[in-house]
C-alpha cells in the first residue's frame, strides 16, 4: 500500500490555481524527484502535503498511510510521520537546536526522551553531516550560515527518522562541498527501513549518489511526464524544453 497517495489535487493561493489535478503515489523505502522549470508548483505540492494553510486545497484527497488528511492541520500530519525541510530555513530564536529536535521527538511519539541516549544519537548525526557540536546549543539558525542551516534540516530528519520525507530544494545556495554532505546525510535516510523521500529540486547535483526510483516533471501545475532515475538524466542533458510544447 502507497504511504502517499495523492488523487487529482487542485490548489489556489488567494483564488489563483497552482496545482491543476496532480496525482502521485509514493511507496514505503521509494525517493521519488520532483522537478520542472521555475513556477510550476514543484513547492506548492510539498507545502500542500504538509498542510500549510496559504495553500487551499479545491479538489482532490490526500492519503498518508491510508488515512484521508487532506483536512488535517500542520502539527498533526507531523504527528504522523511527514517531515518538510525548508528551502529557505527560518531562525527560532530563544530554543537550541537540541531542544527543538528533543521537543519534536517527544510530540511525534508521545513519549519522554531519554536525554542520554538522544544526546549520543544527535552528536553521531552531527558528525556525519561535519556540524560542530556546539550548534546543538545554539538558538535554532541563529546566525547560521546558509549550509548550516541546510545541514541543520538533514540532522533534523535523521533525528525524527519519519515515515515522508519532503526535501524543498535542499541544495540551493550550496557549494559542491556542502551539497556532498547533504548528500551524505540523505543516503544515509535512505538506508533506513521503509522511510519514503521526496525530493525537490531545479539541479542534478544533489542526485548524483542517490538511488532515484522515479521522477516527475511538473509544469504549469501538472504533472506532464514520468519515469525512472533515467529520466533525470535526459533533463541534465536536455533541459525542460524538450517538455514545453
Not at 507545502?47 to 498533526?76: A, C, Q, W
Not at 529536535?101 to 511519539?109: D, E, K, P, S
Not at 549518489?209 to 516527475?216: E, G, I, N, P
Request: proline share 3%; glycine share 10%.
Amino acid at each position: 500500500m502507497s504511504i502517499l497517495d495523492i488523487k487529482n489535487l487542485f490548489v489556489h493561493i488567494d483564488e489563483k490555481p497552482v496545482l491543476n489535478g496532480v496525482s502521485l503515489g509514493v511507496n514505503p523505502g521509494e525517493t521519488h524527484v520532483l522537478m520542472g522549470p521555475n513556477g510550476a508548483g514543484k513547492s506548492t505540492l510539498g507545502y500542500t502535503i504538509m498542510g500549510n494553510p496559504r495553500y487551499t486545497v479545491s479538489g482532490g484527497t490526500i492519503f498518508f498511510d491510508g488515512e484521508d488528511i487532506t483536512s488535517l492541520s500542520p502539527d498533526k500530519r507531523a504527528a504522523k510521520g511527514i517531515f518538510l525541510s525548508f528551502q529557505n530555513p527560518l531562525e527560532v530564536p530563544g530554543i537550541t537546536l537540541e531542544s527543538f529536535i528533543r521537543n519534536a521527538l517527544q510530540q511525534q511519539t508521545g513519549e519522554r526522551v531519554k536525554l542520554f541516549q538522544f544526546q549520543k544519537q544527535m552528536k553521531a548525526m552531527m558528525q556525519l553531516l561535519n556540524m560542530d557540536e556546539s550548534y546543538a546549543r545554539r538558538d535554532l539558525n541563529v546566525g547560521f550560515s546558509g549550509g548550516e542551516r541546510k545541514k541543520s534540516e538533514i540532522l533534523q530528519l535523521l533525528m525524527l527518522n519519519p515515515k515522508l520525507a519532503i526535501l524543498d530544494e535542499t541544495d540551493s545556495g550550496l557549494d559542491v562541498d556542502a551539497v556532498r554532505t547533504v548528500s551524505k546525510g540523505i543516503e544515509e535516510y535512505q538506508k533506513r527501513q521503509n522511510g519514503a523521500l521526496i525530493v525537490i529540486t531545479h539541479s542534478t547535483k544533489i542526485l548524483e549518489s542517490l538511488h532515484v526510483d522515479k521522477t516527475h516533471v511538473l509544469v504549469k501545475g501538472k504533472i506532464i511526464k514520468e519515469g525512472d532515475g533515467g529520466l533525470v538524466e535526459q533533463i541534465n542533458e536536455s533541459g525542460f524544453e524538450q517538455f514545453l510544447g
